[in-house]
């Protein structure tokens, strides 16, 4: 957030003569990871639902989204649940002159309640009586164009970072030979971001064995199939391709190597299509789709079940207190799993929307509350995020293959993991 020293919470910006410079740069502005969303003002009349569908708009929602969700009355409210699920801490407003002076009232009171700052651009020389009006009561100031521009060079991008592209594709040599063959057939390049991400696994595979291990003279008695498959999992639930996917648990089959853990991974000879399945389960990208949806129950349900992949009416025992009020956990099935930084809004909107319908009724405490009400049967509640999802399979339920969701995640990739009953002496010692 840029330096506001006079402290004011609304900046109002007068264009009279509608500068294609100043509309670039208020555009080049848009950076929800930098907590900036910015939306362009559609006309509606006296009515708060065409701002909140532009306010959901800059928030990256599918245009057609609150249609197809049937969400237009709750359009407003789920714009002022989104804004503070993205923790957006400046929202631009563009044609801020075609609303009325309701709509601008409606925009002050949702700056108020959260630490978020209003930029409004007006395209005209001076503002409504009416608008002055609304604004008597506020702590603003007004900026022309050259001021605006000079107060946000620095910040505005010239240029975004150049898409690395897609992940190199890799053989299917098992780990022993991996490395060897990925530099062999790779090209320099392909092979330096391949050999980081091996990197990467390696060494977290080895970190979470000391952390794991705490009597080595007894060093499988911490680590069971149940405990390697939850770590596996987390560890390879961002990943954008199946081919990364197989980088990191090479890597990680090597770093389990060395401390007499063997993690078998069954591949065919196309590799990528095999009994393995690969395929990103809660990568950015997938990510980045959910955003697109506005019902906070869809993307939670969505997110949820693809960083745990529970069985059914898991997550329909959940409380809210079973997710941290920053999103960066969530409890299922017993278990906690930690929740990647691009898909936790994904799932604070559902505790922000929950919290705002329970906050009315004489309940027990909220964190008791479900976090999912119940709407009928599980499998009959609908949920498009995740039928939009062409990666997503129904999971198997709960103690098939031996009961727990790790072992169930290890199950349904087709990985093993077995002790080496006589490793090297050498590898056995604290590493």
Known sequence: MQPDPEGRSVQVVLDPDDRRDLIQAFSSLA??????????????????????????????????????????????????????????????????????????????DLAANRPMRLWLVVHRARLHPAKQQVLAGWQSAVLSAEEFLALWADTRPVGRAADPGDFPHVPADDFPSFRAACRRLLDP?????????????????????????????????????????????????????????????????????????????????????????????????VADHLRGFCTPSWTAAAALTLLAEPPYGALQGMRIGDVAADGTWATIARQRFPIPDYARSLVRAQLLDRRSQLADANAPPLESQPLFPDRGPARARPNRALDALAIWRPPI???????????????RRGLRVSRIDDPYPWTLGRP
């Open 31 to 108: 950076d929800l990871t930098a907590g900036r969303a910015v939306c362009h003002a559609i006309p509606a009349g006296s009515s708060l639902y065409g701002l909140g569908l532009a306010v959901l708009l800059g928030l990256g929602k599918r245009f057609d989204a609150a249609r197809v969700e049937r969400v237009q009355p709750r359009c407003w409210r789920l714009a002022g649940i989104w804004l503070a699920a993205e923790e957006v801490r400046d929202l631009f407003v563009s044609r801020a002159h075609l609303l009325g002076a309701r709509h601008w009232s409606a925009l002050l």
């Open 189 to 285: 390049p392909s092979f330096a971001r391949v050999d980081a991400v091996y990197e990467q696994a390696f060494t977290a595979a080895r970190r979470w064995v000391r952390t794991t291990v705490v009597d080595w003279e007894d060093r499988y008695g911490g680590i069971d199939v149940e405990t390697v498959g939850g770590f596996l999992r987390d560890m390879t639930v961002s990943s954008t391709s199946p081919s990364e996917t197989l980088v990191r648990l090479r890597g990680a089959q090597a770093g389990f190597f060395l401390h007499g853990i063997l993690l078998t991974v069954d591949l065919t000879s196309r590799a990528m299509i095999g009994e393995t399945d690969l395929r990103p389960t809660l990568s950015p990208a």
């Open 397 to 411: 339920p709960m103690g098939e293959g031996g009961g727990g969701l790790g072992r169930a995640w290890l199950a």
